[in-house]
């Protein structure tokens, strides 16, 4: 089964309330043989979690264990058992009124995930045996980012957001990397890096356009640029980075092949339809 999470609103008689709610996805088979006209589809079951604890605003599952990580929008990380349909831990990320807006686990350190607020502070967490959690390290404040994503051996992580930079940070002291300003006409709202190569990223914004970077280059620019139809809210590469995947608003989704540098499948609608 794949599983993925979703926050609902539902009103009570004590007025709106949060929700976390769990899809699984159920696999289904094909008809038998004799039937091959027949098709079954995915069917799709939430299961509400318990969270009295929680005011959801950002998530994370882990890769392997059936935990996944929530910042709330009280300025508190939590890990929630999804098995057991319960609030294993919390702890106190920030100010009270500073939301946790980007979660990341780490590639190599499994048992570590970083935590960025609304304002910019990013905070790496240490989880033992899933049962306790606390803040292991605390990073300067980075302005104006609440998007934050590690590379894949675990030594740097990228931080955007409400601006037109991008920070890299090394993970182990704290220090700046990488500072790309400007490097974009608009909003960044997500950086990712490459699955197997730490030194390749890429990030999207809102102003229509897509970029790939490459810590090795000097100077701040783009080793490659697209432009998109619509202003973009999220990418990701794919499992062997030859491609990459962005959407946007209007349901604008786009696979581009790194190599070819031209669009291979897209997908949009209007906000009308």
Same mark, same amino acid.
């Given at each position: ?33 004799h039937s091959?006209?027949?098709?079954? /589809? ?18 994370? &599952?882990?890769?392997?264990?059936p935990?996944? !990580? ?41 048992? /570590? &995930? ?10 790496? &967490? ?12 605390? /990073? ?6 609440? %998007? ?30 990488? &500072?790309?300003?400007?490097a ?7 950086c ?20 790939l ?8 620019? !783009? ?5 998109t139809?619509?202003p ?26 790194? !190599? !070819? ?6 997908? %949009? ?5």
């Amino acid at each position: 089964p794949k599983c993925t999470f979703r926050t609902t609103n539902s009103a009570t008689a004590e007025g709106p309330s949060r929700c976390l709610s769990l899809t699984i996805w159920l696999d289904q088979r094909l008809a038998p043989r004799h039937s091959l006209r027949r098709w079954t /589809y995915p069917t799709y079951e939430a299961i509400a979690l318990d969270s009295s604890q929680l005011q959801p605003r950002q998530f994370e &599952f882990h890769r392997s264990q059936p935990c996944v !990580a929530v910042g709330t929008c009280d300025g508190k990380v939590a890990l929630l058992n999804w098995e057991e349909n319960k609030v294993v831990c919390s702890v106190s990320h920030s100010k009270k009124d500073d939301g946790v807006m980007g979660l990341c686990w780490l590639q190599k350190h499994s048992s /570590y &995930f970083l935590g960025l607020s609304n304002t910019g502070w990013p905070v790496l &967490f240490h989880t033992h045996h899933e049962t306790k959690l606390k803040q292991e390290h605390r /990073y300067r404040q980075l302005k104006d980012t609440n %998007s934050i994503h590690c590379n894949m051996n675990d030594t740097c992580f990228v931080a955007s957001g409400m601006s037109r930079n991008m920070f890299v940070t090394d993970l182990y002291t704290g220090d700046p990397v990488r &500072f790309f300003e400007n490097a974009h006409q608009g909003h960044i709202n997500v950086c990712k890096f490459a699955h197997h190569m730490p030194h390749i990223l890429l990030s999207c914004s809102l102003d229509t356009t897509v970029k790939l970077w490459d810590l090795r280059v000097r100077g701040s620019r !783009a080793v490659l640029s697209w432009r998109t139809d619509k202003p973009n809210v999220t990418v990701c590469f794919s499992p062997n980075d030859d491609k990459f995947l962005v959407s946007g608003i209007d349901n604008h989704v786009v696979q581009h092949e790194l !190599a !070819a540098r031209v669009p291979i499948s897209s997908s %949009s609608s209007s906000s009308s339809s």
